[in-house]
């Protein structure tokens, strides 16, 4: 089994910070990326962000020059630091993880998504 935990999140002005957090546990043999997902009340869900193993990060439009993706040294980890936010940040943010993981005692191995619980952001005009 794989596990998100997300922290982070919260209400904030517009112009303001916020940080998000996601750690990966569990029987993983190796993380291919990691990234940040967010939905808006009656939207589809949207890629943030995206960090790959070697180093490659995506970014949407809209968080461009805002927002920056980084992970820790183990790789484990990841974090989301967005600055200058705007009232139309706000949505659920979720973690997503492309993970290949361990599946029997012989060592077989398959890649699997995984999803964090979701950070509520909330940007006040």
């Not at 995206?50 to 484990?76: E, L």
């Not at 139309?88 to 997503?96: G, H, L, R």
Request: glycine share 10%; net charge neutral.
């Amino acid at each position: 089994q794989v596990q998100l935990v997300e922290s982070g999140g919260g209400l904030v002005q517009a112009g303001g910070s916020l940080r998000l957090s996601c750690a990966a546990s569990g029987t993983i043999s190796s993380i291919n990326a990691m990234g940040w997902y967010r939905q808006a009340p009656g939207e589809e869900r949207e890629l943030v962000t995206k960090i790959t193993h070697d180093g490659t990060t995506v970014y949407a439009d809209s968080v461009k020059d805002r927002f920056t993706i980084s992970r820790a040294a183990a790789g484990n980890t990841v974090y989301l630091q967005m600055n200058s936010l705007k009232p139309e940040d706000t949505a659920v943010y979720y973690c997503q993880a492309n993970c290949r993981i361990v599946v029997n005692v012989e060592g077989a191995r398959v890649d699997r998504q995984y999803w964090g619980q979701g950070a509520q952001v909330t940007v006040s005009s």
